[in-house]
């Protein structure tokens, strides 16, 4: 089992970055693919982007184009997202997510049900 907790979220201009960060309790941090899901008020939780096992791979929902970098460092037992050219419409709360697989390669996972673990959020508002 593992346990999340998100921080770096806040307050930021339209325009501006953020960098959050999703610390990972428990053993064997390297065995879980990692994911960012973010929800808005009234909205669906929505897939941000997901990173496999040794950090090899990475995949992004369709609305990132290329503003967000996700990454890992399995040494520190945490995943980041760093996010720039921030607008309103990324205004949610983020929650990191884990999902232990034996697949070492480029294995990256994009639906919520696909993931065993989540955080409790970390809000993210975008003033414009």
């Known amino acids: 089992q593992v346990q999340l907790v998100e921080s770096g979220g806040g307050l930021v201009q339209a325009g501006g970055s953020l960098r959050l960060s999703c610390a990972a309790s428990g053993r064997s941090f390297s065995s879980y693919a990692m994911g960012w899901f973010r929800q808005a008020p009234g909205k669906e939780r929505e897939f941000v982007g997901g990173i496999s096992r040794n950090g090899g791979s990475t995949f992004y929902g369709e609305f990132v184009k290329g503003r967000f970098t996700m990454s890992r460092d399995n040494a520190k037992n945490t995943v980041y997202l760093q996010m720039n050219s921030l607008n309103a419409e990324d205004t949610a709360v983020y929650y990191c997510?884990?999902?232990?697989?034996?697949?070492?390669?480029?294995?990256?996972?994009?639906?919520?049900?696909?993931?065993?673990?989540w955080g409790q959020g970390t809000q993210v508002t975008v003033s414009s």
């Open positions: 997510a884990a999902r232990p697989t034996s697949l070492i390669g480029s294995v990256v996972y994009s639906e919520r049900v696909q993931y065993m673990y």
